[in-house]
DNA sequence: CTTGACCTTGACGTCAATGTGAGGGTTTAG
DNA sequence: CTAAACCCTCACATTGACGTCAAGGTCAAG
């Protein structure tokens, strides 16, 4: 599929496709004529970019991240070697980032007069 | 206090300090000699507005809540009347975020492998 | 052949929060 | 008096993920 496919089925801008290219994060075919080919996983593999850049991940960590989990959505565990440091680092920031935003509807809500349930934090 | 001090006590960068006042969070005094002149409670202030800006709101929804909880950390329910609704909103984009975050630190974990535990989405 | 929808590359603009540096007062200690 | 540690106000630089515009190729329908 060509780019404006992709992009009305994505949500994502063509701005942010050709980027997300230039960064690494697609490697599209080239049709005949110069314009980019998509094939249809790439669907899914843009919404896994759009989740992970949404959580503060830079396209460079994705760039790491994303080769790990291409082929069908199967668990590589043992691949991607030295990386798993990286990623337990990022984990760790996500949860932070979790709890900052936790405590930050916490404030939200005493301000509305909401009473605060107790709750888990949602990590390990 | 002056912004030397509020700044160690904060961890906040005196830049950050002149930013925050400059958006219309912070209101200090002026000493005779021109230097800026922090209450106590100030530190308290600075501390919410660190959360709620690494929650991502931005400095003009903070200056908008931030006056609400001003006093004594008392609850004030009632007033700021017209606010309650884009404080419900911005709860609203924090708990997208929240929910953002979790499937981003899944996607991290089945990397990994690690299973995922069924788990309550910490919103109401 | 022309129109219009689609695509290309390239480059400059934006936004928010903050870094950084220049140039210059003030206050305390020696 | 002078150095050192504070503080001040500009004001330009930076970062990341885009938006936006320019100038132009491609292709199917009429």
């Known amino acids: 599929m060509r780019i404006g496919e992709l992009s009305r089925r994505t949500g994502a801008s063509q701005r942010s496709l050709r980027y997300d290219e230039e960064q690494g994060l697609l490697t599209p075919t ?7 080919d998509y094939d249809e996983h790439t669907v899914t593999t843009v919404r896994r970019i759009q989740v992970l850049l949404s959580a503060g991940l830079g396209t460079s960590a994705v760039a ?4 790990c989990a291409v082929d069908d959505g199967v668990v590589l565990s043992g691949r991607c070697p030295e990386l798993i440091e990286g990623l337990a680092k990022e984990r760790h ?9 936790i405590t930050a509807r916490d ?18």
């Open 64 to 67: 790491e991240i994303l080769p």
């Open 30 to 36: 080239r049709l005949p004529n110069g314009y980019r």
């Open 93 to 101: 920031r996500i949860n932070a980032a979790i709890g900052d935003l």
């Open 107 to 124: 404030i939200l809500d005493s301000l509305v007069g909401r009473p605060l349930r107790a709750q888990a934090v949602p990590s390990r």
